[in-house]
């Protein structure tokens, strides 16, 4: 798919430089100094020769074939440049030059015109405003980066060319390797949709990496990665979530940040890794790269010292996952084995001075164990270690048994023998058993992500023009909130299940609806403009007689025309007394990256006080409402305790199916809230008692 | 001769501009139409000399070759109310007189547009009534629409016009109450002898300030977008809270300026994603670039004003609803409300007009 970047027969340096310290001359360097068999032509107006390369005034004047141009010069000839790569037949280009939309007016219209010339020849441009590429297959470094990566299975893409250089160095230092090195900048073309799906197909890639700070096409995305994670694992560095750090996302970018919830439920709903950091970036991608994904969750941790073993086990559990048991003949086999002050239950301690055959000997119980999943060696470094026996050691147990196998040697200068070895055998290795247990249980939730079925929407049946009607009605009239019964009306049409509701207009007319609905009833004020109706006494409960329910007419009237003299005012509306059931909120909102934004919670106090909610962005299938149920705290009160009866979770997940149809039919809808929705016993049901529905102002046209 | 003296019970009624939308229509019906403003006891000062808004447009919509000074031939400047409170006393009729005869003389139908009030013009020694009567004008009143207390303040026109008083104009009714006025106030005034002449329905955009004027009353800089500055705003919203309940509360409403510390990144970006005509940052603090090239993208001025948040929303609450009428845009829009809501036939009648054909 962009294999002019990955197997170029030639490549064009514009804007190639003889003087060394320009940007020309480092750049042409690092092509010609890592092994790319392609032919390299430097293009430079003056011509000559450069690095010991004839050089070329224009790419049309190069003999050879070339398909890859890397471009250097000034953002003005940037556009001229690429049109003379179409001409000659150039078919990728890495813009590295600056000053293009980051500029400001001129720079994005710059920027407008390079797609345009690109789009007319069909170039597929990276860039521009970037450190440049680098390919460890090819041996291809189209950077200005300082060194080349080691080789590695790690597909890596950055959007801030800066941290490239940052990653570059740290991954060096650590000895991670990577196939592809893309530094994307201003995604005039290719965008991280495009590699992903490109990485998802290379056979020299098994990891993908990225550092995201804004995602051009949410839903598009998710589409792709929701493919692309059933292939290979994702990880992702997303960046600018919390409120400061979006602040100075925003300031940096221009681009708003994401919110941090959206963000979540989005790479949860696809199957990405997210990293909180460049440091989890690694650690998880390692693992993903040198270890097959674990069967199970049951960790075994082997230790020459206590203390770090508890860590381990601290670390297994806080992360949700759990200590092996080991089965009763490994054991006797270790206590036979073992020192008398060894520890044959897992963490197993093998003790301080434990030569490099005596951790082999644990290794190995522990990688024959069926109960055992995973395995964590941790290893302080104390005078009677042998640091790279037990790392060869190790790696051939980890070789022939294929289980996911781990290290923490917890050192830097005694343990950097071992680094190689343990390389060399793909095992990765973490400076802290902390670290190791959070890419253990990345591995596990990637072997959990795999089993989920795919997702699955079903074609409700639903009344779409109804719905259209009535939001054309409220846009006619130039509001953007819907009234109570345009709310209800709306959620009906979707199979909402609602409680016997009359609009009363006066006091007659509330006595006859409540004698039609049937004693007790409910009354709420009933105005388009009046969001919270509980918050000014327009709420009544519990009317029983025709004489209540006239007094409670006029006392919520004018209480609201008290609390806001301009609303307009319906009426009320009658509403059967429901009793009983638990409350739950079923909320949306729109995110600007990912579209409506899906909110479940208990009721009340828990989301208010709380904040007990779980997200899923639009849409959801009904395995993943369920999925919901069960991601609140206060699940457990859903299911009954004390010898209560559960409550009919299928309904609570069908709502929300529903309500998730509704808010994609229907992208105006900007806010909606259903709170509360009643939930009964098992089989008895959901009723929506109180709603309140948004719209998107459109903006008028002059 | 017809002469029509337009006038109003409140500021900001809409009587500016029903005078310019009858000239527009007078004109197309084949009237040859003039405009007045007899009396202006506020006039203001531009560069030393006396100088009215409404008198410049209207020449120009009513295409009249005659001197502003003529068109408007009472014009009381601040000094000039200072001296004739001093004394002696002078009367401006004559002058008065002398100008209407020759802004007459060759038109068939003169607009003659009133003050803020009818109760205006006795420091002259021409008020309200006086004028008309010099005339011979029938009275048309604009009357905003505010409750029910409309009949009451219809009524007390009638009382002091008299039979001068041809008609009644409500404006600025809410879409939700205009049935209703049809329904009650309009057949009561009938039943009083007052015919209502129009209903006419709230319209955002009619009152509605330019950036242009905001950044004027906000003595503000115009960081990007200058060509947009004519643009209308309708509504108002202050940023101040996180970006997450932003972006929700900014879709609340089409058509703003948005309030917002010129180092709050994420809140004006988060009204960038919005219907949102305009940024107004506070604190004299300049915004990120990365941001003033988005606004710049989608053609967003951004003002920059030196004062705090409170004081911003105080002068852009001012302008709201109390823009300018005189721009070309808003008079084609007004004058397709008249088409629609005015009732043309009757006013006329009223004026014993007939259309040649």
């Known amino acids: ?702 | 001769m017809a002469n029509l003296y337009v006038t109003s019970a409140e500021t900001f009624s809409g009587k500016s501009a029903l005078c310019i939308g009858l000239g527009i229509r007078f004109r197309a019906d084949g009237f040859k139409v003039g405009y007045m403003k007899p009396v202006n006891v506020n006039c203001r000062l531009r560069e030393g000399l006396p100088y009215d808004d409404d008198i410049g447009f209207a020449k120009e919509i009513f295409a009249m070759q005659e001197q502003p000074t003529l068109i408007g031939p009472v014009a009381l400047t601040p000094a000039k109310l200072e001296q004739q409170l001093r004394g002696p006393d002078t009367d401006y009729t004559p002058r008065f007189v002398e100008a209407f005869a020759q802004l007459s003389a060759k038109r068939d139908v003169m607009v003659l547009e009133g003050g803020r009030s009818w109760r205006e013009g006795y420091v002259t020694g021409l008020p309200v009534k006086r004028v008309v009567e010099l005339t011979g004008s029938k009275v048309l009143i604009v009357l905003k629409y505010d409750d029910t207390l409309l009949a009451d303040r219809a009524l007390a026109a009638q009382d002091y016009f008299g039979p001068a008083l041809m008609g009644v104009m409500i404006n600025e009714t809410p879409w939700a109450i205009l049935d209703q006025v049809r329904k009650s106030i309009v057949p009561y005034l009938l039943r009083h002898n007052l015919p209502v002449l129009g209903v006419l329905p709230k319209d955002i955009m009619l009152a509605a300030p330019t950036i242009a004027e905001l950044a004027g009353g906000l003595k503000a800089e115009v960081l990007c977008n200058a060509e947009h500055m004519g643009k209308l705003v309708e509504h108002m919203m202050v940023g101040a809270m996180s970006v997450e309940a932003a972006l929700t509360y900014f879709q609340r409403k089409p058509n703003k300026a948005v309030i917002t510390g010129g180092d709050r990144a994420d809140i004006q970006l988060a009204a960038l994603e919005t219907s949102t005509r305009c940024l107004i940052l506070t604190g004299n603090l300049y915004p990120s670039p990365a941001v003033l090239n988005r606004a710049d993208e989608l053609g967003v001025p951004v003002l920059l004003a030196d004062m705090d948040t409170m004081k911003a929303i105080e002068i852009v609450e001012s302008y709201l609803g109390r823009g300018r009428v005189q721009l070309p845009q808003k008079i084609d829009r007004f004058s397709g409300m008249l088409n629609e809501f005015f009732n043309f036939t009757l006013l006329y009648e009223g004026l014993g007009l007939h259309i040649k054909s």
């Open chain 1, 1 to 702: 798919m962009l294999e002019m970047f990955t197997e170029p027969r030639g490549v064009a340096v514009i804007g190639a430089s003889p003087t060394p310290g320009k940007l020309g001359y480092a750049v042409l360097q690092n092509v010609k100094l890592y092994g790319y068999k392609g032919f390299i032509y430097p293009v430079n107006p003056k011509a000559g020769e450069i690095l010991g390369l004839p050089a070329y005034p224009s790419v049309l004047d190069i003999p050879g074939p070339v398909d890859l141009a890397i471009v250097l010069v000034p953002a003005q000839a940037v556009p001229g440049v690429i049109d003379e790569c179409g001409q000659k037949g150039i078919t990728g280009a890495v813009v590295i030059s600056a000053g293009f939309r980051e500029m400001g007016r001129e720079g994005r219209q710059l920027e407008q015109e390079l797609v345009k010339t690109a789009q007319k020849y069909g170039i597929r441009i990276v860039g521009p405003n970037v450190l440049g590429i680098i390919d460890t297959v090819i041996g291809l470094n189209a950077s200005f980066a300082a060194g080349m990566p080691a080789k590695g299975k790690i597909a890596f893409m950055s959007q801030s060319g800066a941290l490239c250089t940052s990653i570059l160095d740290i991954a060096l230092g650590q000895g991670i390797g990577f196939s592809r090195f893309y530094s994307i900048g201003n995604k005039a073309d290719l965008n991280e949709i495009d590699f992903l799906k490109a990485w998802s197909e290379d056979p020299e890639t098994s990891v993908i990496a990225a550092y995201l700070e804004g995602i051009a096409n949410g839903p598009e995305f998710m589409k792709v990665a929701r493919q692309v994670t059933r292939l290979k694992p994702v990880v992702s560095i997303k960046s600018g979530t919390t409120s400061a750090g979006s602040r100075a996302a925003s300031s940096h970018t221009g681009t708003l940040a994401g919110s941090e919830k959206a963000y979540d439920a989005a790479y949860k709903q696809v199957g990405i890794v997210r990293a909180g950091s460049v440091q989890d970036l690694f650690d998880y991608s390692q693992a993903f790269a040198r270890q097959p994904l674990p069967e199970s969750d049951a960790v075994a941790v082997v230790t020459n010292a206590g203390g770090p073993g508890i860590m381990a086990s601290d670390a297994v559990e806080r992360i949700g996952m759990r200590l092996a048991s080991l089965t009763p003949e490994i054991q006797q086999k270790l206590r036979a084995a073992l020192p008398a002050a060894a520890s044959v239950v897992n963490p197993i301690d093998v003790l301080g001075d434990a030569p490099a055959d005596r951790y082999a000997l644990a290794i190995e119980a522990a990688e024959s164990d069926p109960n055992v999943g995973i395995v964590l060696v941790v290893l302080t470094p104390q005078t009677s270690t042998q640091i790279p026996e037990t790392a060869r050691l190790l790696g051939e147990l980890a070789q022939k048994y294929k289980k996911p196998t781990f290290a923490a040697f917890m050192g830097d200068q005694a343990i950097r023998p071992a680094l190689k070895i343990l390389t060399q055998y793909s095992v990765p290795n973490y400076q802290v058993p902390e670290r190791a247990v959070a890419a253990i249980a990345a591995m596990w939730r990637r072997r959990h992500w795999l089993s989920t079925p795919e997702l699955n929407l079903e074609a409700l049946a639903v009344d779409r023009e109804n719905v259209n009607r009535v939001l054309d009605k409220i846009r006619s009239e130039g509001r953007s909130s819907a009234g109570d019964t345009e709310a209800k009306d709306i959620l009906a049409a979707y199979g909402v299940p609602l409680p016997k509701s009359i609009l009363a207009a006066n006091a007659d007319e509330a006595v006859a609806a409540a004698e039609t609905i049937g004693y007790p009833v409910v009354m709420k004020i009933a105005s388009p403009d009046i969001l919270h109706k509980t918050d000014i006494g327009g709420v009544k409960l519990n009317l029983s007689t025709a004489s209540d329910v006239r007094d409670a007419f006029d006392l919520i009237i004018y209480r609201a025309i008290r609390h806001m003299p301009e609303a307009t005012i319906w009426g009320c509306q009658v509403q059967q007394m429901v009793r009983g059931g638990k409350e739950v909120i079923i909320g949306v909102n729109r995110d600007p990256q990912f579209g409506p934004l899906l909110m479940f919670g208990l009721g009340g106090v828990y989301v208010e006080a709380l904040k007990d909610v779980t997200f899923r962005v639009s849409p959801v299938d009904r395995r993943e409402a369920h999925e919901m149920l069960g991601e609140i705290r206060a699940y457990n009160l859903l299911r009954g305790v004390r010898g209560e009866m559960p409550s009919d979770l299928e309904a609570i997940a069908d709502t929300i199916v529903r309500v998730s149809q509704l808010v994609s039919d229907f992208p105006d809808i900007v806010e909606l809230d259903i709170n509360p929705l009643l939930v009964f016993p098992a089989g008895q049901g959901v009723l929506g008692l109180d709603m309140r529905l948004a719209l998107a102002m459109k903006p008028s046209k002059e």
